[in-house]
Nanobody, 124 residues
């Protein structure tokens, strides 16, 4: 399974970006999916996750009210809508898949498949 992110780029402070994570491969993996971000010089941290089955979703405290994770199972694609972006949100955002399809996970070791990452930069 290959996960490919798209939608990153440069946005002004206060703006929005919508990231996509498309999966491809011979087998559709019905596992949980998540978003992580890694800022320059910092460790990778959890952003949000969503279950394959149902609508269970979860967010890091820092993103609640500002982020929306969603999915389209028919397209095997996950999305992350990011609003009110600020320069401190500059990071490489990576999508991941793993674990069971009815749960969500906040730890990166729970995920087995990773995308290459999408750079998102916010100018002040």
């Amino acid at each position: 399974v290959h996960l490919v992110e798209s939608g990153g780029g440069l946005v002004q402070a206060g703006g929005s970006l919508r990231l996509s994570c498309a999966a491809s491969g011979e087998t559709v993996r019905t596992y949980a999916r998540g978003w992580f971000r890694q800022a320059p010089g910092k460790e990778r941290v959890f952003v949000a996750a969503i279950a394959w089955f149902g609508t269970t979703a979860g967010y890091a405290d820092s993103g609640k009210g500002r982020l929306t994770i969603s999915k389209d199972n028919a397209k095997v694609t996950m999305y992350l809508e990011m609003n009110s972006l600020q320069p401190e949100h500059k990071a490489v955002y990576s999508c991941a898949g793993g674990g069971g399809g009815k749960k969500i996970y906040g730890m990166d070791e729970e995920y087995t498949d990773w995308g290459q990452g999408a750079q998102s930069t916010v100018s002040s």
